[in-house]
């Protein structure tokens, strides 16, 4: 399901960068995986301001926050080379099941299109929270905010890495936990996958840029729920 967006959040620009906070549900592009989209973040935004964009980067439909785009043709070249060489430092937040650790890394390499290839992330514990909510053989229910860092860029990458510890994303299908999703789903309404692109840094014509994205009325109305507050309504997007 797409979603009726007429224009986006702009959070930088300049004569050659652009960057958006990308809402949940919103695909980067067309693509022939979701023959039903009928929205796409690259579409929309050269029509907001008028002029071609390219992607720099790619965040899952499900994922929210920074998406970055090169308003020339030169400009994307650059920014490809920057990403390919991890000169770009992205940050994340997600909710995840269970307790982490205060930090850690994740060193698992990780299969896509039958090539594997080395994968790393590190994530620090931001808060942890234990909720009314029995599941299971559990009377309570434990969840963490984390911020994790990604050193290489594969698909999917965080949620298979949150996955393979056993620290699920909230709201991730298919790498996350069914009946979890569900619960949330059932209890407060909740579709969105509780992953945030919040800051994106990186150097360009000599100059350094922090790109800052708030997270989305549905990722705060989680955290409320988390923290024991009386959440708001969840957010309209009923899509995968």
């Not at 400009?75 to 650790?101: H, M, P």
């Not at 890495?161 to 407060?188: S, T, V, Y």
Request: proline share 6%; net charge positive.
């Amino acid at each position: 399901m797409s979603l009726p967006i007429q224009s986006l959040p702009i959070i930088f620009e300049n004569d050659v960068l652009i960057a958006i906070n990308k809402p949940h549900g919103l695909l980067v592009h067309r693509t022939r995986l979701a023959p039903e989209a009928t929205a796409f973040a690259l579409q929309i935004l050269r029509d907001q301001i008028g002029q071609p964009v390219w992607p720099a980067h790619r965040l899952d439909r499900k994922t929210s926050g920074v998406l970055l785009f090169a308003k020339t043709k030169a400009g994307d070249s650059e920014l490809q080379q920057l990403f390919q060489n991890r000169k770009v430092t992205k940050v994340y937040k997600a909710i995840v099941r269970g307790w982490l650790e205060e930090s850690g890394t994740i060193d698992y390499a990780l299969t896509s299109e039958e090539k594997t290839k080395e994968a790393t992330t590190h994530y620090k514990r931001l808060e942890q929270f234990e909720i009314d909510l029995p599941f299971g053989q559990h009377a309570t229910s434990r969840y963490s905010l984390v911020e994790l860092h990604p050193e290489t860029g594969r698909f999917h990458q965080l949620r298979k890495h949150m996955a393979h510890i056993h620290h699920p994303i909230l709201g991730d299908r298919p790498h996350g936990c069914n009946k979890q999703n569900r619960l949330w789903k059932e209890e407060f309404g909740m579709v969105c996958m509780m992953l945030h692109a919040a800051r994106l840094e990186l150097e360009h014509g000599g100059e350094k840029f922090v790109m800052e994205a708030g997270i989305s009325g549905e990722f705060e109305r989680v955290l409320c729920v988390m923290r024991g507050g009386d959440p708001p309504r969840p957010c309209p997007f009923k899509g995968e």
